[in-house]
């Protein structure tokens, strides 16, 4: 199938590498390159990398309601446009131009999860399930008709990068269902229930920042839900520290520490209080270290009776 196909971050970039050799890709929409460094170097986002390493021809506009730009990707004959996390809402008169209209691949279970970063979000909130949707577009975000859907479970240590792995593994396939449907003329779009709507927004740096005071649970789906990126942080001894990843602690240890304070464990265990009681840390990162684990933590920095995260 003729496909153009709007996409920006890591994701995007799977989806369409996975397309790739099953359809022809006649064009690839991507965010702006960002100016990064002192030296104010341009960065390709990650869409744009895997169009170019796949010969696949790039489009930058800096506004799709652009007449010309509209003009250039009607020039590429697509029967149908693919949609995942662009970034942008995507205007009428650009989503109505292919036959077989636009399509958008969401991480969620729509309606829930709406907008930016829905698999962080559904960790961050302890969900048990989410899944993958395939919808239309329409003009307001993320509420179009539906066209396939699949569930994906949620284990109590899933991680962000579990999850993308899991959806990216799904991508092509249901893509791939969603357009033969559209195709086909067989397709029944389900119209999504509003009153059912939930939605996520961006994950920021105080997003990010652990609470100490919050529950053990709160602070474990926080670290899964922001692994890989951008990872959940906190202080110690003055500096930023990452934690990458914990367990939820089953033994019971009696404690009255202070939330966020540093508690060892059988001399090889390092806890960390939470509001509730404990967290185990596995994996952890001090600033311009590397990535080491709880008991090297312990055995390299002498911690102290009074050592704590904050």
Request: aromatic share 6%; proline share 6%; net charge positive.
């Amino acid at each position: 199938m003729r496909i153009g196909f709007f996409g920006t971050p890591d994701l995007a970039a799977r989806v369409l590498a996975d397309l790739h050799g099953r359809h022809d890709i006649r064009f690839a929409v991507t965010g702006l390159d960002k100016q990064v460094g002192r030296r104010r170097g341009l960065q390709f986002c990650p869409a744009k990398n895997a169009a170019l390493r796949l010969g696949i021809p790039v489009l930058q506009p800096s506004t799709l309601k652009d007449a010309s730009f509209q003009d250039e990707i009607r020039k590429h004959d697509a029967e149908i446009f693919v949609v995942v996390a662009f970034g942008s809402l995507i205007p009428r008169q650009v989503f109505d131009l292919p036959p077989l209209k636009t399509i958008n691949l969401h991480p969620s279970l729509l309606p829930k999860y709406r907008g930016a970063a829905p698999i962080q979000w559904s960790l961050l909130n302890g969900e048990k399930v989410t899944g993958i949707t395939v919808q239309l577009i329409n003009e307001k975000l993320d509420a179009g008709d539906i066209i396939v859907q699949e569930t994906v479970p949620i284990g109590p240590d899933t991680t962000a990068a579990d999850l993308y792995s899991i959806v990216s593994s799904r991508d092509a396939e249901l893509l791939d269902r969603a357009m033969r449907l559209l195709a086909s003329g067989s397709a029944k779009p389900v119209r999504q229930d509003d009153s059912q709507a939930t939605y996520c927004g961006k994950i920021n740096r105080d997003t990010a920042r652990i609470d100490w005071t919050r529950s053990a649970a709160e602070i474990h789906n926080l670290v899964r839900g922001l692994n890989p990126k951008p990872g959940a942080f906190s202080a110690f001894r003055g500096e930023l520290i990452k934690i990458w990843k914990t367990v939820l602690m089953t033994e019971d240890v009696s404690t009255k520490a202070w939330p966020g304070s540093i508690v060892v464990y059988q001399k090889k265990r390092l806890l960390a209080a939470a509001g509730d009681g404990l967290v185990e840390i596995v994996s952890i990162q001090p600033a311009n270290k590397k990535i080491m684990g709880g008991q090297s933590f312990i055995n390299g920095y002498r911690l102290a009776p009074n050592d704590r995260f904050e």
